[in-house]
């Protein structure tokens, strides 16, 4: 990668309207309505009273796949998603339109050979009023561009986890389609549908994008410890450990404490914690 390249990186400033269909799009590909009769999440699904996901932030206003700009030389095939931060000032409603804005925080060199984490930040505000609705910054690790110097400033370091046994424990199964179904989202990394690119990065198929990941574990975090209610969301944060496939039986594991709600997600098949360091708050009543 070029560094200096990536930090002057130049965003055009959008303004992106939504639909109820979007919204629910969404949904689908978090793997909202696996059970067509639980009616509890008929309202992210259903035009009528419809009540937007608050991760939905997250891909409104995508700024595509930027990192694979050739002039950046950035090794692309390697990218995968670090760390994710989400925090909100008010609900999105379930259509719309938000103005965008995306700016580089800063590059993390994890040094040569073990690759960097480059840092942007989307702002998003209500089109109308100017109001901010929330703040998304987003950690891509580029494995193969390390040794390129640490630049700019990153978000401060996500905790370490309680020792003690989680509070509570919610299993879901991943769809298998779900990677078909939440690219039409916004991300169209051939990573997360193309056979022979994951084979070049590693995989033996296909993996499923982080923030599809933690859009699921947004959702049994709000129908669990949210009242199941959007407008409480405050935001969360969590460190993508390691890749999820579609069809994984996921885990999400949930401490509740004076400091917040801290969270954890492991694919049972494998024992492996798939995201990690997660922190979930709720925003006053």
């Known amino acids: 990668m070029i560094p200096e390249k990536i930090i002057e990186y130049g965003f055009p400033d959008m303004e992106v309207s939504y639909q109820e269909r979007d919204v629910i799009l969404y949904a689908l590909g978090v793997n909202v309505g696996q059970d ?19 991760p939905y932030a997250m891909v409104l206003g995508h700024p595509g796949f930027w990192l694979r700009d050739p002039a950046l030389e950035v090794d692309w095939v390697k990218l995968l998603h670090a760390e994710q931060f989400l925090s909100v000032s008010r609900p999105l409603p379930a259509k719309g339109t938000v103005l965008v804005r995306h700016n ?15 840092y942007y930040e989307k702002l998003l505000r209500d089109a109308e009023t100017k109001e901010e609705l929330c703040r998304v910054t987003t950690g891509v690790f580029c494995r193969g561009d390390g040794g390129c110097g ?3 400033e990153a978000p401060p370091k996500l905790a370490m986890m309680p020792e003690q046994s989680p509070d509570i424990s919610i299993t879901k199964k991943t769809d298998l389609r779900s990677a078909l179904i939440y690219r039409l989202s916004g991300d169209y990394n051939p990573l997360h549908i193309m056979p022979d690119i994951a084979r070049q990065a590693g995989y033996d198929r296909p993996i499923l994008h982080g923030l599809c990941s933690m859009g699921i574990a947004g959702l049994v975090l709000q129908e669990t410890v ?36 801290r969270f954890r997600v492991v694919a049972e098949d494998r024992n492996e914690v798939v995201l990690d360091r997660g922190h979930f708050s709720l925003r006053a009543h």
């Open 36 to 54: 067509p009769m639980n009616e509890r999440e008929l309202k992210y699904l259903f035009e009528e009273e419809l009540q937007a996901l608050p």
């Open 104 to 118: 580089v925080l800063g590059i993390t060199d994890k040094g040569e050979g073990r690759g960097a984490i480059v």
């Open 150 to 152: 640490d630049y700019g």
């Open 226 to 261: 949210g009242e199941s209610t959007p407008s409480l969301f405050g935001g969360y944060a969590c460190r993508f450990s390691k890749p999820v496939f579609p069809g994984d039986i996921l885990r999400v594991d949930i401490w509740v404490g004076d400091m917040g709600v």
